[in-house]
């Protein structure tokens, strides 16, 4: 039987897109869900083996709505990531020109992300709101109007019949968005390119608990390509943890020793995934840690080995 992979929809957005680009995943049944923690709640019921979700923007940072829902709801365990580049376009009906258009339906991140066009090419049209990019793209399809068009991916062109009147209209041309697919379980044999996600729980919120959690990478010299400050959603007001993500894998050594000084320093820590990093292999500074730490290993081991019995 063939797998069920879920993914935020609909059909014909940035994250269908970059399901799409996982060429093993081709032949898996492809399902769509109304929101980020919708696929995440398909998961746990075991409608689906596993799901693909937005955690990063470039530009916009964190989706914390993915975030929260995997450091605080669920059990779930993130087993790969993928970057896609985002291009936002206009697309209107079949013949409509750019001069003709007098509304844009999309969201209000892409209009965003898209101010400084829409400002100097259509300062006279209309923003009007759409329920997601791929939403405004419909809205047009089932329209008679000539003179509207939707902010919306280029893939949803084809699922909705429309043209591309505009392309890659954002106003920062480096926009991409990480996205990472989710199972149960299933942790990925480690690359040598690997990314670690973790919650770090603060045992008590005083001056230097930062610090105190940051030293355990930089002692090992552990990269962190990113650290977030969320609120735990249960102790009020000033109770928050972190969300670190590092550029090791929990089989090695050195990332396992940093978890066992951060579970008994700060009394919780959760796992949320040791996964393949997307992007090119290339020798990282933790792999020249890794062989200082053996070194070091074996040489307190010589030492150990002269303890008189």
């Known amino acids: 039987m063939a797998r069920r992979v879920g993914f935020f929809g609909p059909f014909g957005t940035f994250t269908h897109q970059a399901l799409m680009s996982l060429n093993d995943l081709a032949d898996a049944e492809h399902v769509a869900y109304r929101t980020a923690p919708d696929v995440l709640d398909a998961i746990d019921r075991g409608e689906i083996e596993m799901g693909l979700v937005p955690i990063e923007n470039s530009i916009e940072g964190m989706v ?14 993130i087993i790969r990531e993928v970057v896609i580049d985002i291009e936002h376009c206009l697309l209107g009906r079949p013949g409509v020109e750019l001069d003709q258009v007098t509304a844009v339906y999309s969201i209000p ?17 209309e923003i009007r709101p759409a329920n997601s990019t791929v939403d405004a793209a419909r809205v047009v399809s089932e329209s008679d ?17 429309l043209s591309v009147i505009a392309a890659d209209i954002a106003d920062h041309k480096d926009n991409q968005t990480r996205f990472v697919l989710v199972a149960r379980e299933g942790v990925p044999a480690p690359t040598g390119h690997d990314r670690t996600a973790l919650v770090i729980y603060q045992r008590a919120d005083e001056p230097g608990s930062l610090i105190s959690i940051l030293q355990e990478f930089t002692a090992r010299r552990i990269n962190l390509s990113n650290l977030t400050s969320r609120p735990t959603k249960a102790g ?17 050594e050195l990332l396992a020793d940093t978890m066992r000084a951060l579970h008994a320093k700060q009394g919780h820590v959760k796992f949320l995934g040791s996964y393949p990093a997307a992007g090119v292999q290339a020798e990282s500074t933790r792999e020249h840690a890794d062989a200082r730490w053996r070194e ?14």
Request: proline share 3%; hydrophobic share 45%; net charge negative.
């Open 64 to 77: 914390n709505f993915t975030q929260d829902a995997l450091a605080f709801d669920h059990e779930l365990i």
């Open 109 to 125: 991140v892409a209009t965003a992300q898209c101010h400084r066009y829409l400002r100097e090419r259509l300062p006279d049209a």
């Open 145 to 161: 109007a000539d003179d509207i068009v939707a902010l919306s991916p280029r893939l949803a062109a084809d699922v909705y019949g």
């Open 236 to 252: 009020g007001l000033g109770d928050y943890c972190f969300i670190v993500y590092a550029e090791a894998h929990i089989g090695d």
């Open 296 to 309: 070091a290993d074996d040489w307190v081991d010589s030492i150990r080995r002269t303890i008189s019995s």
